[in-house]
């Protein structure tokens, strides 16, 4: 079957990396893409990140990719709540999924570790949580304060949690939840209960849980012990950097926000940014886009396309040529999706 697939390149590498995504992905799939310049860029000739129907005209695909946005001079909260934001909440995505693996060729900075230690999936809410609007600022001067409140409720709370324990049930992976009820004592303890009502629907899988700081130490220390990791949207997005990093960087990192009801498209990008210190030198690492691109065709049902695309890229990786210099090579972005398409 064909898919209908927008795009939306963004800023930066983003564009880059987007485009040999769409090139590995055309060498295994029947797709049909859609082109939305919606960007920082954009922004600044038409003061909008999205047109005011920019969800409506995203709706009817089905599903999105989308590189990275962000630009010097454009202040990121307008790119985050001008786009990203806006579309992960009207389209219910409220699970964002990170995946990483060692491959190889690929150095950890934990350098004696193989690729069975360092597997974790990043499960991390992506909804409500810490990032919230509910807040605001107040006073003066010396008197000037802030004030942001987490959100967490309990339908957003469960259906998060029971996804990573459907996913760890699949993957045969134990469940860890990041949780700070010492220090956070209202929204804290009420996630640690709704997971613990979880858990007893899936007695057959192993969890447990940390608090957020010593998970992050653990992550480092002892990777081995951990599987999927379930998180709320700010530790989520800590934990998932820092697990990026263990396996060898963003260069390699992908993501999807899913709508697992699939009552409307979901949207894959890399966790990487629009990264302007290297943007338009043509050296930016495609693989983490492309391992997004996999994602999404899995969750389109084309999983022996999936499957292909990270084994060419396993193949590829291999061979130092294809490496590009975040991974200690010089090959170009070009160059380097290249040799993922001859692998393929
Ligand atoms: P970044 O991920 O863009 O870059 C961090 C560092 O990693 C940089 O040194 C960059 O060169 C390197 N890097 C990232 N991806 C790479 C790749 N594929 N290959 C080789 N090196 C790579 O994060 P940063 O610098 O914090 O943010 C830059 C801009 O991107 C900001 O405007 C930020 O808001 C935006 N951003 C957008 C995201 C999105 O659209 N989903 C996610 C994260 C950041
Ligand atoms: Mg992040």
């Known amino acids: 079957?064909?898919?209908?697939?927008?795009?939306?390149?963004?800023?930066?590498?983003?564009?880059?990396?987007?485009?040999?995504?769409?090139?590995?992905?055309?060498?295994?799939?029947?797709?049909?893409?859609?082109?939305?310049?919606?960007?920082?860029?954009?922004?600044?000739?038409t003061g909008k990140m999205m047109p005011d129907d920019g969800l409506e005209q995203l709706r009817p695909f089905d599903a999105i990719l989308l590189g990275a946005v962000g630009y010097p001079g454009v202040p990121d909260h307008i790119s985050l709540w001008g786009l990203l934001i806006p579309i992960r909440r009207a389209f219910d995505q409220y699970v964002n999924v990170r995946p990483v693996k060692l491959l190889p060729g690929v150095q950890s900075p934990l350098r004696d570790r193989t690729a069975e230690d360092l597997q974790m999936i990043v499960v991390r809410e992506n909804s409500e949580g810490e990032y919230s609007n509910v807040g605001g600022r107040q006073g003066l001067g010396d008197y000037e304060?802030?004030?942001?409140?987490?959100?967490?409720?309990?339908?957003?709370?469960?259906?998060?949690v029971r996804y990573a324990f459907e996913l760890a049930r699949q993957q045969n992976l134990p469940v860890c939840s990041a949780t700070k009820s010492n220090g956070i004592v209202h929204t804290m303890p009420f996630w640690d209960e709704v997971f613990q009502d979880v858990a007893k629907e899936y007695e057959d899988v192993p969890s447990e849980q940390c608090l957020a700081d010593a998970l992050a130490a653990r992550m480092v220390m002892a990777p081995q012990t951990l599987g999927v990791v379930v998180a709320s949207n700010?530790?989520?997005?800590?934990?998932?950097?820092?697990?990026?990093?263990?396996?060898?960087?963003?260069?390699?990192?992908?993501a999807a926000n899913l709508n697992p009801q699939r009552t409307a498209?979901?949207?894959?990008?890399?966790?990487?940014?629009?990264?302007?210190?290297?943007?338009?030198?043509?050296?930016?690492?495609?693989?983490?886009?492309?391992?997004?691109?996999?994602?999404?065709?899995?969750?389109?049902?084309?999983?022996?396309?999936?499957?292909?695309?990270?084994?060419?890229?396993?193949r590829a990786l291999a061979d130092p040529g294809a490496r590009t210099p975040d991974l200690g090579g010089s090959a170009t972005t070009r160059g380097s999706a290249d040799a993922i398409i001859a692998a393929l």
């Open 265 to 314: 498209p979901s949207m894959f990008e890399a966790v990487h940014g629009s990264a302007p210190d290297i943007a338009g030198k043509g050296i930016a690492n495609p693989v983490a886009q492309i391992l997004t691109a996999a994602m999404m065709l899995d969750h389109l049902g084309e999983t022996q396309a999936a499957v292909a695309i990270e084994q060419a890229i396993e």
């Open 145 to 160: 304060m802030a004030l942001q409140t987490a959100v967490f409720t309990r339908h957003g709370v469960e259906r998060v």
């Open 1 to 45: 079957t064909r898919h209908r697939i927008a795009v939306i390149p963004g800023d930066g590498i983003g564009v880059e990396v987007t485009a040999e995504a769409i090139r590995v992905v055309d060498a295994v799939a029947d797709v049909e893409w859609t082109s939305f310049d919606w960007s920082c860029q954009s922004y600044l000739d």
């Open 234 to 254: 700010l530790f989520g997005d800590l934990l998932s950097d820092l697990s990026a990093a263990v396996a060898g960087g963003l260069g390699i990192a992908p």
